[in-house]
Nanobody, 132 residues
Framework: QVQLVESGGGTVQAGGSLRLSCAAS????????MAWLRQAPGQEREVVAG???????TYADYGKGRFTISHDNAKNTLYLQMNSLKPEDSAMYYC??????????????????????????WGRGTQVTVSS
């Protein structure tokens, strides 16, 4: 079992930055796929970014150039650095993981979200609100 706890959300003005963290605890793992997903009220769930133990990263088109996903193996912590935030980035952000890699070979759009949403472990989320 793996427990995931997100932190770092908050309210920021458009153009600002936030860094989300996801601390993993429980069973140790050397192989993994970890991802950030988000969901706004009344909206479909979206995949934001993913990373596996090979260091391979993938991003949704809306996040490329603005978001950076990383993982600190020593701290068992996943991060999402978000820059140039927009009001449409407002959502609950969730950390998800599997203790095996690689990540799903599915696009980070509505065609592939079901594959990413099937990751086994989930946190409770952290709210991000971007004001205009």
């Amino acid at each position: 079992q793996v427990q995931l706890v997100e932190s770092g959300g908050g309210t920021v003005q458009a153009g600002g930055s936030l860094r989300l963290s996801c601390a993993a605890s429980g069973d140790t793992y050397s192989s993994y796929c970890m991802a950030w997903l988000r969901q706004a009220p009344g909206q479909e769930r979206e995949v934001v970014a993913g990373i596996d133990d090979d260091g391979d990263t993938t991003y949704a088109d809306y996040g490329k150039g603005r978001f950076t996903i990383s993982h600190d193996n020593a701290k068992n912590t996943l991060y999402l650095q978000m820059n140039s935030l927009k009001p449409e980035d407002s959502a609950m952000y969730y950390c998800a993981a599997d203790t095996w890699g690689p990540c799903p070979r599915a696009p980070l759009n509505d065609l592939g979200v079901a594959s990413w949403a099937a990751l086994h472990y989930w946190g409770r989320g952290t709210q991000v609100t971007v004001s205009s």
